[in-house]
Protein backbone atom coordinates (compact mmCIF):
# COMPACT_ATOMS: atom_id res chain seq x y z
CA UNK A 1 0.00 0.00 0.00
CA UNK A 2 1.51 3.51 -0.66
CA UNK A 3 1.54 5.58 2.21
CA UNK A 4 1.43 9.31 1.66
CA UNK A 5 2.82 11.74 3.92
CA UNK A 6 1.54 15.46 4.02
CA UNK A 7 3.40 18.15 5.68
CA UNK A 8 2.97 20.47 7.51
CA UNK A 9 0.02 19.00 9.28
CA UNK A 10 -1.06 22.47 10.26
CA UNK A 11 -0.40 25.77 8.64
CA UNK A 12 -1.48 29.28 10.10
CA UNK A 13 -1.73 31.81 7.85
CA UNK A 14 -3.73 34.81 7.46
CA UNK A 15 -5.99 36.31 4.20
CA UNK A 16 -4.22 37.28 1.14
CA UNK A 17 -0.83 34.97 2.34
CA UNK A 18 0.37 32.20 0.13
CA UNK A 19 -0.20 28.89 1.02
CA UNK A 20 2.66 25.82 0.11
CA UNK A 21 1.45 22.02 0.96
CA UNK A 22 3.60 18.88 0.74
CA UNK A 23 2.48 15.16 -0.19
CA UNK A 24 5.31 12.68 -0.52
CA UNK A 25 4.17 9.03 -1.82
CA UNK A 26 6.30 6.26 -0.22
CA UNK A 27 6.56 5.32 -3.69
CA UNK A 28 6.57 6.72 -7.09
CA UNK A 29 2.91 7.64 -8.25
CA UNK A 30 3.48 9.01 -11.16
CA UNK A 31 1.25 11.83 -11.81
CA UNK A 32 -1.51 9.60 -10.10
CA UNK A 33 -2.08 11.97 -7.63
CA UNK A 34 -5.30 14.63 -7.07
CA UNK A 35 -5.85 17.11 -4.18
CA UNK A 36 -9.42 17.70 -2.29
CA UNK A 37 -10.67 20.43 -0.11
CA UNK A 38 -13.12 19.40 2.74
CA UNK A 39 -15.03 21.49 5.03
CA UNK A 40 -17.88 20.52 7.95
CA UNK A 41 -20.60 18.86 6.69
CA UNK A 42 -19.73 19.05 3.02
CA UNK A 43 -18.64 16.69 0.58
CA UNK A 44 -15.06 17.19 -0.42
CA UNK A 45 -14.29 19.16 -3.29
CA UNK A 46 -11.88 18.30 -5.89
CA UNK A 47 -9.54 20.74 -6.35
CA UNK A 48 -6.47 19.34 -8.84
CA UNK A 49 -6.61 16.17 -10.67
CA UNK A 50 -3.70 14.26 -12.05
CA UNK A 51 -0.87 16.45 -9.94
CA UNK A 52 -1.28 19.92 -11.61
CA UNK A 53 -5.01 19.81 -13.71
CA UNK A 54 -7.19 22.12 -11.60
CA UNK A 55 -10.61 20.61 -11.49
CA UNK A 56 -13.65 22.29 -13.36
CA UNK A 57 -14.88 25.53 -11.94
CA UNK A 58 -11.56 25.95 -9.43
CA UNK A 59 -9.99 28.99 -9.22
CA UNK A 60 -7.01 29.84 -10.76
CA UNK A 61 -5.20 31.18 -6.95
CA UNK A 62 -4.93 26.99 -6.95
CA UNK A 63 -2.18 25.18 -8.45
CA UNK A 64 -0.42 21.93 -8.22
CA UNK A 65 2.62 20.43 -9.08
CA UNK A 66 4.83 17.66 -9.23
CA UNK A 67 5.53 13.78 -10.25
CA UNK A 68 6.98 10.99 -8.90
CA UNK A 69 6.96 10.93 -4.95
CA UNK A 70 6.90 14.89 -4.14
CA UNK A 71 3.99 16.95 -4.88
CA UNK A 72 3.04 20.14 -3.95
CA UNK A 73 -0.70 22.48 -4.05
CA UNK A 74 -0.27 25.85 -3.73
CA UNK A 75 -2.94 28.88 -2.71
CA UNK A 76 -1.52 31.33 -4.23
CA UNK A 77 -3.51 34.36 -2.17
CA UNK A 78 -5.85 32.89 0.92
CA UNK A 79 -9.19 33.58 0.25
CA UNK A 80 -11.49 33.40 3.69
CA UNK A 81 -13.48 30.35 2.04
CA UNK A 82 -10.08 28.92 1.58
CA UNK A 83 -9.58 27.74 5.33
CA UNK A 84 -10.12 24.41 5.59
CA UNK A 85 -8.52 20.96 5.17
CA UNK A 86 -6.64 19.79 2.33
CA UNK A 87 -6.01 15.82 1.19
CA UNK A 88 -3.63 14.37 -1.33
CA UNK A 89 -5.31 10.88 -2.65
CA UNK A 90 -3.21 9.07 -5.45
CA UNK A 91 -4.65 6.28 -7.67
CA UNK A 92 -1.73 4.80 -9.01
CA UNK A 93 -3.02 1.48 -7.81
CA UNK A 94 -5.10 -0.22 -5.75
CA UNK A 95 -5.85 0.79 -2.77
CA UNK A 96 -6.42 4.16 -3.77
CA UNK A 97 -4.98 6.38 -0.35
CA UNK A 98 -5.50 9.67 0.93
CA UNK A 99 -2.61 11.47 3.30
CA UNK A 100 -3.68 12.15 6.74
CA UNK A 101 -4.28 16.19 5.50
CA UNK A 102 -3.48 19.37 5.78
CA UNK A 103 -5.30 21.95 7.71
CA UNK A 104 -5.15 25.83 6.97
CA UNK A 105 -6.37 27.60 9.72
CA UNK A 106 -6.75 31.45 10.10
CA UNK A 107 -3.59 33.03 12.27
CA UNK B 1 -27.70 18.53 -13.41
CA UNK B 2 -25.14 15.97 -12.18
CA UNK B 3 -26.73 14.86 -8.73
CA UNK B 4 -25.61 11.41 -6.58
CA UNK B 5 -28.20 10.92 -3.80
CA UNK B 6 -26.92 8.34 -1.16
CA UNK B 7 -29.14 6.23 1.20
CA UNK B 8 -30.01 3.78 3.80
CA UNK B 9 -27.16 4.97 6.15
CA UNK B 10 -28.56 4.97 9.96
CA UNK B 11 -28.19 3.42 13.20
CA UNK B 12 -26.92 -0.50 13.70
CA UNK B 13 -25.66 -3.09 16.22
CA UNK B 14 -22.30 -4.49 15.81
CA UNK B 15 -22.21 -7.26 14.12
CA UNK B 16 -25.44 -6.38 11.80
CA UNK B 17 -26.23 -4.90 8.40
CA UNK B 18 -27.10 -2.04 6.48
CA UNK B 19 -27.54 -1.89 2.64
CA UNK B 20 -26.34 1.95 1.24
CA UNK B 21 -27.71 2.90 -2.04
CA UNK B 22 -26.74 5.24 -4.55
CA UNK B 23 -29.66 7.21 -7.09
CA UNK B 24 -27.45 8.87 -9.87
CA UNK B 25 -29.06 11.32 -12.34
CA UNK B 26 -28.07 13.46 -14.85
CA UNK B 27 -25.06 11.64 -16.85
CA UNK B 28 -24.75 8.58 -18.54
CA UNK B 29 -24.58 5.76 -15.46
CA UNK B 30 -22.80 2.79 -17.15
CA UNK B 31 -20.02 5.07 -18.69
CA UNK B 32 -17.68 5.21 -15.25
CA UNK B 33 -16.10 3.61 -12.93
CA UNK B 34 -18.32 4.55 -9.61
CA UNK B 35 -16.80 4.06 -5.86
CA UNK B 36 -17.16 4.84 -2.44
CA UNK B 37 -15.53 6.85 -0.03
CA UNK B 38 -15.92 7.11 4.12
CA UNK B 39 -15.01 9.76 6.65
CA UNK B 40 -15.13 8.35 10.49
CA UNK B 41 -15.78 11.26 12.76
CA UNK B 42 -12.65 13.29 13.43
CA UNK B 43 -10.47 11.32 11.06
CA UNK B 44 -9.36 11.34 7.52
CA UNK B 45 -10.84 9.55 4.35
CA UNK B 46 -10.63 5.88 2.97
CA UNK B 47 -11.20 5.02 -0.27
CA UNK B 48 -13.37 1.89 0.19
CA UNK B 49 -14.44 0.74 -3.38
CA UNK B 50 -14.36 1.01 -6.74
CA UNK B 51 -16.77 -0.49 -10.06
CA UNK B 52 -16.27 -0.90 -13.20
CA UNK B 53 -18.93 0.19 -15.54
CA UNK B 54 -20.28 -3.13 -16.27
CA UNK B 55 -19.62 -4.65 -12.54
CA UNK B 56 -16.80 -7.36 -13.93
CA UNK B 57 -14.16 -5.38 -11.68
CA UNK B 58 -14.74 -4.96 -8.30
CA UNK B 59 -11.95 -3.29 -5.74
CA UNK B 60 -12.50 -2.84 -2.01
CA UNK B 61 -10.38 -1.96 0.67
CA UNK B 62 -8.63 -4.66 2.87
CA UNK B 63 -10.72 -3.08 6.18
CA UNK B 64 -13.70 -4.29 4.55
CA UNK B 65 -13.30 -7.38 2.72
CA UNK B 66 -15.07 -10.23 3.48
CA UNK B 67 -17.78 -8.44 4.79
CA UNK B 68 -18.82 -5.02 2.29
CA UNK B 69 -20.21 -5.71 -0.79
CA UNK B 70 -20.56 -3.13 -3.59
CA UNK B 71 -22.85 -3.54 -6.55
CA UNK B 72 -24.55 -1.77 -9.19
CA UNK B 73 -27.71 -1.48 -11.56
CA UNK B 74 -27.21 0.08 -14.82
CA UNK B 75 -30.71 -0.19 -15.45
CA UNK B 76 -31.77 2.09 -12.35
CA UNK B 77 -28.72 4.13 -12.55
CA UNK B 78 -27.83 2.63 -9.10
CA UNK B 79 -24.90 1.81 -6.95
CA UNK B 80 -24.95 0.30 -3.69
CA UNK B 81 -22.79 -0.99 -1.13
CA UNK B 82 -24.11 -4.26 1.38
CA UNK B 83 -22.23 -3.98 4.40
CA UNK B 84 -22.37 -7.07 6.77
CA UNK B 85 -20.64 -7.82 9.98
CA UNK B 86 -20.50 -4.29 11.03
CA UNK B 87 -17.78 -2.73 13.31
CA UNK B 88 -17.87 0.41 15.27
CA UNK B 89 -14.96 1.48 13.82
CA UNK B 90 -17.09 1.55 10.38
CA UNK B 91 -18.76 4.14 12.05
CA UNK B 92 -18.55 7.07 9.04
CA UNK B 93 -20.31 9.21 6.46
CA UNK B 94 -20.30 7.30 3.41
CA UNK B 95 -19.83 9.22 -0.06
CA UNK B 96 -20.76 7.80 -3.36
CA UNK B 97 -18.52 9.11 -6.02
CA UNK B 98 -18.14 8.88 -9.77
CA UNK B 99 -14.59 7.72 -9.34
CA UNK B 100 -11.87 10.11 -9.61
CA UNK B 101 -14.11 12.73 -11.98
CA UNK B 102 -14.69 14.84 -8.51
CA UNK B 103 -18.75 14.30 -8.25
CA UNK B 104 -19.60 13.32 -5.37
CA UNK B 105 -23.04 13.05 -3.43
CA UNK B 106 -23.30 14.44 0.03
CA UNK B 107 -23.05 11.58 2.34
CA UNK B 108 -25.07 9.29 4.56
CA UNK B 109 -24.16 8.90 7.92
CA UNK B 110 -24.06 5.16 9.11
CA UNK B 111 -23.28 4.92 12.89
CA UNK B 112 -22.43 0.98 14.43
CA UNK B 113 -23.26 1.23 18.45
CA UNK B 114 -24.71 -0.70 20.86
Known amino acids: EIVLTQSPATLSLSPGERATLSCRASQSIGSYLDWYQLKPGQAPRLLISTASNRATGIPARFSGSGSGTDFTLTISSLEPEDFAVYYCQHRSNWPWTFGQGTKVEIK | EVQLVESGGGLVQPGGSLRLSCAVSGFSFSSYWMSWVRQAPGKGLEWVAN????????YSVDSVKGRFTVSRDNAKNSLYLQMNSLRVEDTAVYYC???????WGKGTTVTVSS
Open chain 2, 51 to 58: IKQDGSEI
Open chain 2, 97 to 103: ARGSTGV
